[in-house]
Each structure stands twice: as C-alpha cells, then as structure tokens.
C-alpha cells in the first residue's frame, strides 16, 4: 500500500486549517497510512448480490392520531383534580396584578 507523502500530509493540513509540527506530521503519517490500510482491505470484500443497507433496525411509526377529548369523559382525572370550578380546573394564578 502506497502511504501518504509528507507534501500531501501538509497539504492535507493547510485544507484543514491545521497547523502541524515536523512531530505531529510523522504521528499522522503512520496513522493515516494504516487507516488507508484498512479500507484497502474494504475494498477487496466481495458485495456481488448484497442489498445495501439503509436502516440496521426496523423502524416503525411512534405516530398515534391526535384526538382531543373533553375533560368530562375522564371521570378519575376529574376527580383527581384539586379544585374545580364550573367544570373547569382551577389553578393558582401565574402573574399576580399589583
């Protein structure tokens, strides 16, 4: 396998926006030859008659419909309901007025 050179390493760097040092140079070239090493090795694994995989696991719809129903058809939630007024919860108020 053909490594990075250290030209296309800098070069590399500059359209990153990296300044590298001689040190961090030598660091990547190692690095980055065995990651290209690696997806050499990708390359040569045979994917005649594979599907291409879009999801790994099966989505299903969390979607349910929205429908509103009046408070009158949940007795327990009315009657769990600290105070009532006229049908209506009552709450303490938010902004007082002075």
Known sequence: MKGL?????????????????DDELDHLEGEL??????????????????EPLIQPIELGSVSRS????????H?????AAPRLKEGMYVVPPVIEHP
């Open 33 to 50: 030859s065995r990651i290209l090493g690696y997806v050499e090795q990708l390359a040569e694994v045979d994917v005649e008659g594979v």
């Open 66 to 73: 929205d429908e509103a129903a009046p408070a009158d058809d």
């Open 75 to 79: 007795p327990g939630v009315i009657a």
């Open 5 to 21: 050179t250290r030209v296309e390493l800098r070069h590399l760097g500059r359209l990153s926006q990296l300044a590298l040092s």
